[in-house]
């Protein structure tokens, strides 16, 4: 039988056209007597813009867009797809899933289509199991998309947060390969430190009780985030047999300038073999290293046979990594 990989065929993402900058965040916070200042957000973030969705714009509105255009740079119509698969901790609903409502938007059915929750590793996540159902044979063409409406979930009377986080989403079609593509994948989850990036209201009854915007224990998941991005890369280097001397790209998690260059250079690679978009997306959680993809590989930078190491972090607390060879 010939070996099954899976190998990424097309990337594709989306913005909401409504662009924030500092300035009109400091402007937004003012307006509640909160201060911030562009130069807070630059320094300790890297963070100098993000997009918000308009209201009634929802996580499978925005997915829809990356995902076409992700179809189209592969060559491949959404009845091709086999499977679906959107990372999101902002779903349009309770149920059902925002993967059968973008299913919907294509216009095709039939096909398995679920949600991935696991926060800033969900892209990641989703891409390590849309690769274990192709090299099991149970799939052939799928869709694997990040999107995600944090605005909705944000605190404006919280300053540590609300700069952080914006609003996208980010495609790949990821499909059976008689040759690599995905080199090796490695996802790690640790509950036990649930409570420092959270979202704590519950779900009962299908209304959300308690609290409902995003809370964050900034400093401890800078100090997690340090640590297991660059575990998690050596990691999967190791399975794959590759070195840090093999990558020609670390797209990892956009959260913050800070933790990415920090990876970057305990992984002893050129700061300009980092791709970050942090600056103009700000954190865009499941969405986030998709869109930094697309860019990458739209502007040319990426470019078929480079090896990329995606990596995620985030709430849960999960982290992951996925090697490949473009
Ligand atoms: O997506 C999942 C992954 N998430 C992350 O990776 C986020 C990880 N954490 C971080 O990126 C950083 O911890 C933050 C950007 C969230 C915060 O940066 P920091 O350097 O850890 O700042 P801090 O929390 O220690 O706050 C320093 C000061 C505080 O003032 P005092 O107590 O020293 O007087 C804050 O009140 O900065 C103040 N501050 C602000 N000032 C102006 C916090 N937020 C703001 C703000 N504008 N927006």
Not at 184 to 209: K, N, Q
């Amino acid at each position: 039988m010939t070996p099954r990989h899976s190998r990424i065929t097309g990337t594709g993402s989306h913005l909401p056209p409504r662009r924030l900058s500092n300035a009109d965040m400091v402007t937004l916070l003012a307006g509640r007597g909160i201060e911030t200042s562009d130069d807070w957000i630059v320094e300790r973030t890297g963070i100098r813009a993000r997009h918000f969705a308009d209201d009634g714009v929802s996580a499978s509105d925005l997915a829809l867009p990356a995902a076409r255009r992700a179809l189209e740079a592969a060559g491949r119509r959404a009845e091709d797809v086999d499977l679906i698969v959107v990372a999101t901790s902002t779903p349009d609903m309770v149920f059902p899933s925002t993967a059968c409502l973008l299913q919907a938007k294509l216009g095709v059915h039939g096909c398995p289509a679920f949600d991935v929750q696991a926060v800033c590793s969900g892209f990641v996540y989703g891409l390590a199991v849309a690769d274990a159902m192709i090299r099991a044979g149970s799939a052939r063409c799928a869709l694997v998309i990040g999107t995600e409406v944090f605005s909705r979930i944000l605190d404006f009377d919280d300053r540590t947060t609300c700069v952080l986080f914006g609003d996208g989403a980010g495609a790949v079609v990821l499909e059976a390969s008689a040759t690599p593509g995905i080199l090796a994948c490695e996802l790690h989850a640790d509950g036990r430190h649930a409570g420092i990036l959270c979202t704590p209201g519950t779900v009962s009854g299908g209304r959300v009780l308690g609290d409902p915007v995003l809370k964050m224990d900034g400093q401890a998941v800078f100090r997690l985030a340090v640590g297991v991005l660059e575990s998690a890369a050596r990691s999967v280097l190791g399975k794959a047999g590759r070195t840090e001397a093999d990558l020609d790209w670390l797209i990892p998690h956009q959260a913050n300038i800070r933790i990415m260059q920090g990876t970057a250079r305990k992984l002893k690679l050129p700061l300009d073999k980092l791709v970050a978009t942090v600056d103009e997306h700000g954190n865009t959680s499941a969405a986030s290293v998709p869109l930094a993809l697309d860019v990458a590989v739209r502007d040319g930078r990426v470019r078929p046979g480079d090896t990329v190491m995606l990596e995620g972090v985030g709430g849960g607390f999960t982290w992951g990594a996925v090697l490949l060879d473009f």
